[in-house]
């Protein structure tokens, strides 16, 4: 089984600074995905970003990077130049298989004007 | 490229009675998952579909049920609703395996209350 966890349930930061969100997992899969997703009050559930775990480079996109550190099973969000419009729910994800997704219960990242 | 839809985007029912939920999978997706999101916390995985078959399944009981069409479209069936079914259900489709086939990208999801 895999266990996905996020120990902040909020953060508050102002616009334009860089943010962290944490975030540690276990599994017993030798190959797996590791997924940020933003979810709105929209409720639409926005891929933010994907790591897969064979491959050592951290993934980046545009504003979004995580710092993934497989041996201690942990997958962090840096967000930089935080904006008004990436205030939301940040949830942390693995696997993606038949087996589905496994999913943190979020951190409330609201940025502040 | 359209992307995931889900209908309804509201619904009331009362406890016992059945419902039915609808997904229509991106352009070029072929497999497609659901997700019971109670307030307050992540989504839980109910089950997958690929090929018409239900290929993996999470912690739910059997009154949880599924279809996906040739289309690949796919439906959420719930039978005998209880209060603790009220959440947000959430569908979610995938490319064909490659690149990106582990991927899951989310419809907008179905408010149902039970009362």
């Known amino acids: 089984a895999q266990t996905v966890t996020q120990s902040q349930p909020e953060m508050s930061v102002q616009e334009a600074e860089t943010v962290t969100l944490s975030c540690t997992y276990d599994?017993?899969?030798?190959?797996?995905?590791l997924f940020w997703y933003k979810q709105p009050p929209s409720r639409q559930m926005i891929l933010v970003i994907r790591q897969e775990a064979y491959k050592q480079q951290n993934a980046t996109e545009n504003r979004f990077s995580v710092n993934f550190q497989k041996a201690a099973k942990s997958f962090s969000l840096k967000i930089s130049d935080s904006q008004l419009g990436d205030t939301a729910m940040y949830f942390c994800?693995?696997?993606?298989?038949?087996?589905?997704?496994?999913f943190g219960k979020g951190t409330h990242l609201i940025i502040q004007p | 490229e359209t992307g995931v839809t889900q209908s309804p985007t509201h619904l009331i029912k009362t406890r016992g009675q059945q419902v039915t939920l609808r997904c229509s999978s991106q352009s070029g997706h072929n497999t497609v998952s659901w997700y019971q999101q109670a307030l307050g916390q992540g989504p839980q995985f109910i089950f997958q579909y690929y090929r018409e078959e239900e290929n993996g399944r999470g912690n739910f009981p059997p009154r949880f049920s599924g279809l996906q069409f040739p289309n690949y479209s796919s439906e959420l069936n719930v039978n005998a609703l209880e209060l603790d079914d009220s959440a947000l259900y959430l569908c979610?489709?995938?490319?064909?395996?490659?690149?990106?086939?582990?991927?899951?990208?989310f419809g907008p999801g179905t408010r149902l209350t039970v009362l």
């Open positions: 979610a489709s995938s490319p064909p395996s490659g690149s990106r086939g582990n991927t899951q990208y």
């Open positions: 599994t017993s899969e030798s190959n797996y995905y």
């Open positions: 994800a693995s696997g993606g298989g038949a087996d589905g997704l496994t």
